[in-house]
């Protein structure tokens, strides 16, 4: 069997969970839609669990842990427990930076510690200054302060390890781009615009988002980003454009929204790539 991880607050699914649904049953193998949260997931060896839209684990993060590695214990988690474990914090941005994907500047904040945002406009060069928590999806706990709010601040501190970024212009203008790589092979792109005044890029905030052909520089940007990071069945890649420069700003490797309305090839592809790995 082959299950999609929905959650609680989708009991049924989202509308590409049932795509991709329809993409196995196509295939071949069983498979079923099924909140992580709710029932006793005894699995058998040969099962597979896919987490999809798993969206609340956020809210729940120590049962989610325990549930993951309890499906990773009795059959195959998709992505791998290891993979999971290290993108769920957003440190990992720094390790792919290391490794030669193309960052946008990211400075990384403990938790407790006094930090004075004045002191990184001028590092960064930058207007406007971006914190988020480490931990955390869908933009949750996301600041944006400017220079003025900066002004002779003595220092301030949070509750939970943040990353300071820069925030590129080219966000408010030009959008986010979102690259679908499936077994490591890019599939199809979007670009999502966020809402008038907003930097956020997700549809629920207001975004417009567009399949689009991504500019080579883009493509190649992202195909860094996964050669830089673990191989996986999939993954979803979010970069800025800045007058010509692809910046990684997300590499999404947990549940990812993979925009596949629209996207029969892609959702073939990664119904074969999860038949092959059922066996």
């Not at 390790?95 to 403990?110: M, N």
């Not at 706990?141 to 400017?146: H, K, M, R, T």
Request: aromatic share 8%; hydrophobic share 45%.
């Amino acid at each position: 069997m082959i299950y999609l991880a929905t959650c609680s607050d989708h009991p049924a699914g989202v509308p590409e969970d049932h795509l991709l649904l329809e993409g196995l049953a196509r295939n071949g193998p069983a498979a079923a839609i099924r909140p992580w949260d709710d029932g006793d997931w005894r699995l058998s060896s040969g099962d597979l669990c896919v987490i999809r839209s798993t969206w609340n684990y956020v809210d729940k993060r120590d049962e989610f842990a325990s549930w993951q590695r309890v499906v990773a214990a009795r059959g195959r988690l998709v992505n791998p427990l290891d993979v999971i474990e290290w993108n769920i914090d957003k440190k990992h941005l720094l390790e792919l930076q290391s490794r030669g994907a193309p960052t946008a500047p990211t400075v990384l904040v403990a938790a407790g510690v006094a930090c004075r945002l004045e002191e990184h406009f001028g590092a960064f060069g930058c207007e406007e200054l971006v914190v988020k928590p480490t931990v955390g999806a869908g933009s949750s706990g996301l600041e944006v302060y400017s220079m003025v709010d900066a002004r002779g601040d003595a220092g301030r501190s949070w509750a939970y390890d943040v990353l300071l970024q820069p925030l590129v212009p080219a966000i408010r203008t030009e959008g986010e781009w979102s690259l679908v790589f499936v077994a490591g092979v890019f599939q199809h792109a979007v670009r999502k615009r966020p809402a008038r005044g907003d930097i956020r890029s997700q549809p629920e905030f207001g975004a417009t988002v567009t399949a689009e052909a991504p500019p080579n520089h883009v493509l190649a940007a992202a195909e860094q980003t996964i050669a830089a990071g673990p191989m996986t069945t999939f993954a979803r890649i979010d970069l800025v454009d800045n007058s010509g420069t692809a910046l990684l700003m997300e590499a999404e490797y947990i549940e990812p929204q993979l925009f596949l309305e629209g996207q029969p090839a892609t959702v073939r592809a990664l119904a074969e790539a999860l038949t092959a790995l059922h066996g």
